[in-house]
């Protein structure tokens, strides 16, 4: 049977960003968003942010993430159609979208890439989110839910694509630390935010649930 020692090792998480990564992406960003910050391209039908999408393109939406250079050299399928830095002022009229979606994103935003918690910087774009949102559009926000990591049992998966975890704090330290988060939530902090936000009817859903569960569905 595996040791729990050899089970830990498989939660190394990355190291933090060194100095010269620090200086670089931050003076990076700001070129960039003095520079090249664009108007988000019109599609066709009705206006959906794919929010932080990585390499997850979706056609007919705006597929949005931030300006690296970089990452655009190595990636391959890293081809955002709208670049920009999502805690700073978009470029984008008010009440433009009809939906906005952002998975495995908030919890990573940060302040010029910087190592610290941050919440403010969530909040930020929860701000923007909302003066780009046409009055009863919908934003789809998925976050790991840290309350239900607190309450694992070392036994049940958590979701389908989760890892399985040994331990209860080890499955905290994932939802918490693991892909560089810097912020964590449950459904309570999200929806006080939301609500303070301005945000309205909020609900929670399952990690597959609810009305609008992928991209495709928008
Ligand atoms: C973990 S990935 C999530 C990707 C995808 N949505 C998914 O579910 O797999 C988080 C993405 O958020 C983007 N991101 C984080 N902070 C950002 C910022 N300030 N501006 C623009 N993009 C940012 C990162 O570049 C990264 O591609």
């Known amino acids: 049977m595996t040791s729990l020692i050899d089970r830990l090792q498989n939660h190394e998480f990355e190291s933090n960003v060194t100095l010269f990564q620090l200086v670089f992406y931050s003076v990076e960003r700001e070129i960039c ?16 942010l794919n929010l932080g999408c990585a390499p997850h393109i979706y056609p007919g939406w705006v597929n949005a993430d931030d300006y690296s250079i970089k990452r655009r050299l190595r990636e391959r399928s890293f081809r955002p159609n709208w670049s920009l830095d999502i805690t700073r002022p978009w470029k984008c009229s ?52 840290v309350a239900k990591y607190a309450q694992h049992d070392g036994v049940e998966q958590l979701s ?38 301005g945000f309205s009817e909020i609900t929670a859903v399952s990690i597959w649930g609810g009305h609008r569960s992928t991209p495709d569905q928008g």
């Open 33 to 48: 968003h003095a520079v090249i910050r664009r108007f988000p391209p019109i599609m066709d039908g009705p206006q959906l």
């Open 94 to 145: 008010n009440e433009h979208w009809d939906g906005i979606f952002t998975e495995h994103v908030i919890e990573h935003v940060s302040m010029r890439a910087c190592e610290h918690v941050s919440y403010s910087e969530a909040v930020k774009v929860f701000k923007e989110c909302l003066r780009t949102l046409k009055p009863g559009a919908w934003r789809r926000v998925s976050v790991p839910d």
């Open 160 to 197: 389908p694509d989760a890892p399985e975890f040994a331990a209860r704090a080890l499955a905290i330290s994932f939802a918490t630390q693991m892909h560089l988060n810097r912020s964590a939530w449950d459904v309570t902090l999200m929806t006080r935010v939301l609500k303070e936000t």
